[in-house]
C-alpha cells in the first residue's frame, strides 16, 4: 500500500481528476481489472467448485466497504498538496478497537495506549502539512478510508473462516470491476470520453497487480494473529511512504514528519509488543483460529479453509 501511495503522486493525479471524475473512475477501473485477471488465474487452478461462496452476503458487504476504503484513499491522495496527508488512513487501528469495545469484544489492556500514541503521530503529520480546505477536505476523505477500513477488517474476522483469501479476492476485485466500470461507462457517457494518460494507465496496472499481493497477504494473515494486531500494523504505513518517497521521489525527508511518522510507527509496535505478552499467558491449544470468538448473534457454521 505504501508502494501504491508513493507511486500513485498527487501531482500525476490531481491534476486531471479532480475536474474529470470519468478519468478516476476509468483508472480504478483498470486496477480492478488486473486485480480480477490475478484471482482469477489462482481461482481457476483450484477448479470450478472454488468460485461458490458460502456466505455470499458477507462477501458482497466486504466488498462494498473496501471498495469504499479504495475510494476514500483516492480522494485524499487527490484533495492533498502532500503525500503525508493520506495517512489518516491508518487511523483504522483506533475505530477498530473502538468498534471491538462497542461490540464487547475485548483487547489486551495497553492495546488502547498503543492505538492512540499512533493516532496522535498521524494526526501531528497532517496538522504539519495543514494549509487549505483542500487539505481539511483530504482528512475528512482519509478519516472516512480509515473507518471504512475498520469495518473491512471486522468482517473479515468472520469471513476468513468460511471463505478462503483467494475467494474473498476475487469477489472483491470482481465488485470493484462492476462498480468502476458502470460508473466510468456513465460519466463518459455524462460528460464527454476522454483518452487516458498512457503514464496514468501503466501506473494503475502496476498497482492492480500490487493490491492483488497485499490483499491476499492481508487475507491470510487472519490465519495467523488477533484482529486487532492487524488494523495496527497500518501504523506502519507512514514510515514505509516517507522511506519509499525519499528512495523514488528523492522527496527529502523533513525531520518533523520523520517525528511523526516514527510516533506512529512506535504505537504499532506497543500493540504487538503488549499483544504478545498477553499471549504468551494464555495457555495454547491451537494456534491457528483461537481469535476467533464467533459471537452469538452470528452464526458458526462449518467452513472450508485451505489446511
Known amino acids: 500500500y505504501a508502494m501504491y501511495t508513493v507511486i500513485f503522486q498527487v501531482e500525476a493525479f490531481r491534476t486531471h481528476s ?26 481457476l487452478a483450484q477448479g470450478k467448485g472454488y468460485f461458490r461462496c458460502n456466505k455470499p452476503w458477507f462477501i458482497l458487504l466486504r466488498s462494498v466497504t473496501a471498495i469504499g476504503v479504495l475510494v476514500f484513499y483516492s480522494l485524499a491522495r487527490v484533495w492533498t498538496s502532500d503525500v503525508d496527508n493520506s495517512m489518516l488512513y491508518s487511523t483504522d487501528a483506533f475505530w477498530l478497537v473502538f468498534l471491538l469495545y462497542l461490540l ?8 488502547w495506549a498503543g492505538v492512540i500514541i499512533g493516532t496522535l503521530g498521524i494526526l501531528f503529520i497532517w496538522a504539519l502539512d495543514f494549509s487549505s480546505v483542500h487539505d481539511l477536505v483530504g482528512g475528512l476523505f482519509g478519516t472516512l478510508s480509515g473507518v471504512l477500513l475498520a469495518i473491512t477488517i471486522f468482517l473479515t474476522r468472520y469471513m476468513v473462516r468460511r471463505d478462503p483469501p483467494l475467494r474473498i479476492g476475487f469477489y472483491n476485485s470482481l465488485g470493484g470491476l462492476i462498480f468502476f466500470g458502470i460508473g466510468s461507462m456513465i ?36 490465519y495467523f494473529t488477533e484482529t486487532h494486531i492487524i488494523g495496527a500494523i497500518a501504523l506502519f504505513l507512514p514510515i514505509f511512504t516517507e522511506t519509499f518517497n525519499w528512495a523514488i521521489n528523492r522527496e527529502p525527508l523533513r525531520w518533523p514528519t520523520l517525528i511523526g511518522s516514527l510516533i506512529t510507527g512506535a504505537g504499532g509496535l506497543v500493540v504487538i509488543v503488549v499483544s504478545y505478552l498477553n499471549d504468551k499467558k494464555k495457555p495454547h491449544k491451537s494456534k491457528k483460529f483461537e481469535q476467533f470468538e464467533i459471537p452469538e ?5 462449518e467452513h472450508d479453509v485451505p489446511n
Open 18 to 43: 479532480i475536474n474529470s471524475p470519468y478519468t478516476l473512475f476509468f483508472e480504478l477501473t483498470i486496477l480492478h481489472f488486473i486485480m480480477f485477471l490475478t484471482f482469477l488465474a489462482f481461482c
Open 104 to 111: 464487547k469484544i475485548q483487547s489486551p489492556k495497553g492495546v
Open 187 to 222: 460519466l463518459g457517457y455524462a460528460k464527454g470520453w476522454e483518452l487516458p494518460v498512457v503514464s496514468a494507465v501503466s501506473i494503475m496496472i502496476v498497482s492492480g497487480f500490487m493490491w492483488a499481493l497485499a490483499l491476499f497477504f492481508f487475507l491470510e494473515a487472519f
Open 297 to 301: 448473534t452470528i452464526d458458526s457454521d
